[in-house]
């Protein structure tokens, strides 16, 4: 096993992401206990010492599951992470509450890592509103002991992270970010980790196969990879490709059967990063995948400039591209939640003026009725 070096720890690199366990006949909140302790025994033998789980992966259930598997190995031997689950603005008032309840479920004395779960802009003014003590509270955690180290994931915008950086960047010890190949460019994952890299702070990657949808591509594309590593499945190139970036720490891997568990950890005992001409290949791969539903948005502005209902229509149009590509998903939907109803995508008037400025081309209004309809269903 890989391991990375953070603050005088020895961290695996790759973590045991606790979100998709395997469960008893697809139910989500049935977590299959004999498979998952074979697994966190297998783990253990390999050298995998990270463990991610939250409040809310598996109903709930996830922080029970690890807390009882974990149990039985010595504490010592483990580094194991939860999050305060703000992305439900209904748990703002509640953070001591859940907390304690989280130290229960897992077992556990204190957090090696605790994070702020999925800063957005559908909680960002509730994260930094000093009334409900998060921050506070979370910083008496990390100095009574229970809390290690404090960090945060996020899937919001550049905007977003930067104004939770101004206001507690200078705690974070570190951040997790959804990168992959693929969301390098589509999700402006490069240019998220160039922020958290600007304020010291290292990342850990969540998603590296794109919950899966990177580990079966294309036959021609799948034959292009294999024509420049034909040993290499496509799973061990998302994480070859993310061993080559600069700051990253912990590879966490949502892995639901015993299969994916030790084809993962093969990757891990050896690090391999890819050179620039496959990095290049994937890249292109990428923008072939995305550019068939995307539209090719420069965030130019000028139609911002002209709409009289002064819709955010860049941001909408990324926010699309994505929406479009995962078929549903709830980045669209989470982010929209902190838009006013009549700033959203549905308020737009289709009067057109956009168009007529866009450099681009964009048939924006119809973007506009389709998002809202798509978000509507």
Known sequence: MI??????????ALGMGCMRL???DGDNSKIDMDAAREMFAYAFEKGINYFDTAWGYHNGQSELA?????????????YLASKFPGYDVSNMDKVEE???????KCRVDYFDFYLFHNVCEKNINEYLDEKFGIYEYLMKQKKNGRIKHLGFSTHGSLHTMKRFLDAYGKDMEFCQLQINWLDWEFQNAKAKAELVASYGIPVWVMEPVRGGSLVKLAPEHEAELRALRPTSTMAEWAFRFLQGLDGVKVTLSGMSNFEQLKENIETYETAKPLNKEETEAL???????????ALPCTSCRYCTEHCPMELDIPWFIELYNEHVYSGGGFIAPMALEAVKEDKRPSACLGCRACEEVCPQGIKISEM??????????
């Not at 890249?283 to 539903?293: C, M, Q, S, V, Y």
């Not at 506009?368 to 269903?377: E, V």
């Open 283 to 293: 890249f292109r791969i990428a923008r072939e995948k995305t550019e068939k539903t």
């Open 368 to 377: 506009m009725a389709d998002f809202a309809k798509r978000l509507k269903d």
């Open 98 to 104: 859940i907390f304690e309840k989280q130290l229960k």
């Open 66 to 78: 690890v807390g009882e598997l974990l149990s039985e190995y010595p504490r010592e031997s483990f």
């Open 3 to 12: 391991y990375s070096d953070f603050q005088g720890k020895k961290l695996s």
């Open 22 to 24: 395997p469960c008893v």
